[in-house]
């Protein structure tokens, strides 16, 4: 028989607004609905109802009873991440997972009890998962049971986690009235009108009698009565963004306040990447503008990082860049996941760069430069030595085995100038004299501080030409030549065909 666990999350649209703004915690709030005159209390805290403020109140009744009572409105943007939330922390226990909305989710945890080698597995199995939701900022109750209402109920009962054994779900349904199990008005009255009371009065009645007469969903209600679940445990599709992100209770013009309660949420939203083993790849931000204005931006990152901070630098230079024109009256970031880089750490070789800081590094540098700056060059199909293509940098993975360095084969390698410095080349003397070359930098001192080259050269090889793209209304022509400068060294020089200037272009090392 399969058991299934409930996960309950009372006063669903009270826990979802103190999950976003902590420091209400030991206040006397109440969450209302509606606006003006209409709006009524739907849920309060233990102070506003010890004030015996209660549900159904209106604002101006609550403000009697308690002067000093704070209100916030439903929020769809905080219960939406609650409800994620929750259905995180039981997909955290079991990959079969149903979302029953408003603060309920039941998950398959048949064989489970076996990690808990208790007394009371089944009871150690609700405390963990308890412990998990309260870690979530999430004061979960919990019931297990053979079917979806017995856990229900069971998660409704004081004391949690309540177990309810296999096979007793009948017994433990029983003594319920008939609204538990029949919110269908027309149904409920028809089994008054038998003179039915309970659920366990239900339960007695012939399965066969209820179906010619009530049909379908009497059968279906009949076997829920009877503890055995009518329909199965529909697991859920996991959503592909994680969001968080709530409605502000005054609009908000500037910066820094926005920033103050968005980084709250980026903390949130970092948890939840955390405990799924995830990280963000790509930050979405929607606003929510006065009075009936919508934004949409993208923060595209280097990286996969969960580095709140960097999080919060990339949303300040995009909305000083990009400013959103208007109040903000809600807002709401998507976190794209992806599986953070991993790297293999060494003992005994030198300490390796962690995956996380490296992401971190890369995301600010991505926010300082400009996309367009960061990456890792790589060689493009052309003739230019200096062309190149910026790709995402991915470090290598450290090799399998260790590997004997190659010996060298006598090879040499250029150190480019970039940008090449501009050179003077003077011939003098008959045709074979020596050739003294000498840098000049008109435009700036700083390149001849820089590379100095200059001296007589003892042996000269080229000239190598090169065209590219001769099509086009500025084509690319140069002649390129190797020289040794006497006590210098070996340097690679060209001569620029259109306007015959002479550059230094590297230096063999």
Not at 134 to 157: E, N, Q, T
Not at 173 to 182: D, E, I, K, N, S
Not at 319 to 325: F, I
Not at 415 to 442: D, N
Request: hydrophobic letters at 40%.
């Amino acid at each position: 028989m399969a058991r299934i666990a409930c996960l309950l999350l009372p006063l669903f649209p009270l826990a979802a607004r103190l999950r976003s703004e902590p420091e209400l915690m030991h206040e006397a709030l109440v969450v209302v609905e509606g606006n003006g005159n209409a709006a009524r209390v739907v849920a309060a805290t233990r102070l506003a109802r010890n004030a015996s403020v209660r549900p159904g109140l209106t604002l101006t009744q609550a403000r009697a009873l308690c002067p000093k009572l704070v209100a916030r409105p439903r929020d769809g943007e905080c219960e939406r991440a609650a409800q994620e939330a929750l259905l995180e922390v039981a997909e955290a226990f079991s990959p079969r997972v149903e979302d029953a909305g408003e603060g309920t989710a039941y998950l398959d945890v048949d064989g489970i009890e076996r990690h808990y080698p208790g007394s009371s597995p089944e009871r150690d199995l609700g405390r963990a998962l308890m412990s998990a939701a309260d870690a979530a900022s999430l004061p979960a109750r919990v019931g297990i049971a053979s079917s979806k209402l017995a856990s229900r109920v069971a998660a409704g009962l004081p004391e949690p986690p309540v177990v309810v054994p296999a096979g007793e779900e009948a017994a433990f349904l029983a003594p319920l009235p008939l609204q538990r199990l029949a919110p269908e008005v027309d149904v409920a009255e028809t089994l008054e009108r038998w003179g039915v009371k309970s659920v366990g009065d239900f339960a007695r009645l012939p399965p066969s009698r209820v179906a010619s007469r009530l049909g379908k969903l009497g059968r279906e209600l009949h076997a829920t009565a009877r503890g055995v679940d009518a329909r199965p445990l529909m697991p859920r599709e996991p959503p592909p963004v994680f969001q968080e992100g709530m409605t502000l209770e005054w609009p908000l013009v500037s910066l820094e306040p926005f920033l103050f309660v968005g980084r709250a949420a980026l903390d949130r939203l970092c948890l939840r990447l955390e405990s799924r083993g995830f990280a963000c790849i790509r930050l979405g931000l929607d606003l929510r503008l006065e009075p009936d204005g919508h934004q949409s931006r993208s923060i595209d990152l280097p990286a996969p990082t969960r580095d709140v901070k960097t999080l919060l630098t990339l949303v300040r230079l995009d909305l000083e860049a990009s400013p959103p024109g208007a109040p903000v009256a809600g807002f709401s970031f998507l976190a794209y996941p992806d599986r953070p880089r991993e790297a293999q750490l060494t003992m005994y070789g030198p300490a390796a760069l962690s995956p996380d800081k490296l992401a971190t590094t890369l995301a600010r540098l991505f926010a300082l430069l400009g996309p367009e700056r960061v990456g890792s060059p790589r060689p493009v199909n052309g003739h230019r030595p200096e062309r190149f293509a910026l790709v995402d940098f991915t470090p290598p993975p450290p090799p399998e085995v260790r590997r004997e360095p190659r010996a060298g084969r006598g090879l040499l390698a250029v150190r480019v100038l970039r940008p090449p410095v501009e050179i003077e080349v003077m011939t003098a003397g008959s045709e074979g004299a020596e050739m003294p070359v000498e840098i000049r930098s008109p435009a700036s001192e700083e390149a001849a501080k820089r590379t100095s080259v200059e001296g007589q050269v003892k042996v000269a090889s080229g000239p190598w030409g090169i065209e590219e793209d001769w099509w086009a209304d500025d084509p690319t022509g140069r002649d390129y030549w190797d020289v040794e400068l006497a006590g210098r060294g070996l340097y690679r020089i060209y001569r620029e065909r259109a306007t015959g200037a002479w550059y230094a272009d590297g230096i063999y090392d």
